[in-house]
Nanobody, 122 residues
Framework: QVQLVESGGGLVESGGSLTLSCVASGFLFRTYVMTWVRQAPGKGLEWVSEISARGGLTYYETSVRGRFTISRDNAKNTVYLQMSNLKPEDTAVYYC???????????????RGQGTQVTVSS
């Protein structure tokens, strides 16, 4: 079955950096679009970033563009999210998810991992 396991979250001061990882199994990773979404306390899921199956196309939510970088290693079935200049409003549980097609801004309805907590202190 599809399994997505996120890691790399933690507590960081404002302006700091973190790199999240998501290891996938149970599906043909290299043929799927991969997405990062997040959920802040008391809010709904928010689309953050997306990368095409081969990694050539990337998309970002406006508030993270220029600060976050999505990448993938298809040989390792892993997608990454490098986050820099973190702000308190980036505090959320971050999830990776798979999609069959590029659709920036759309939160996948299924196939998400268990999430990793990112907390940014001011």
């Amino acid at each position: 079955q599809v399994q997505l396991v996120e890691s790399g979250g933690g507590l960081v001061e404002s302006g700091g950096s973190l790199t999240l990882s998501c290891v996938a199994s149970g599906f043909l990773f290299r043929t799927y679009v991969m997405t990062w979404v997040r959920q802040a306390p008391g809010k709904g899921l928010e689309w953050v970033s997306e990368i095409s199956a081969r990694g050539g196309l990337t998309y970002y939510e406006t508030s993270v563009r220029g600060r976050f970088t999505i990448s993938r290693d298809n040989a390792k079935n892993t997608v990454y999210l490098q986050m820099s200049n973190l702000k308190p409003e980036d505090t959320a549980v971050y999830y990776c998810a798979s999609k069959k097609a590029i659709s920036p801004g759309v939160v996948p309805s299924d196939n998400r991992g268990q999430g990793t907590q990112v907390t940014v202190s001011s």
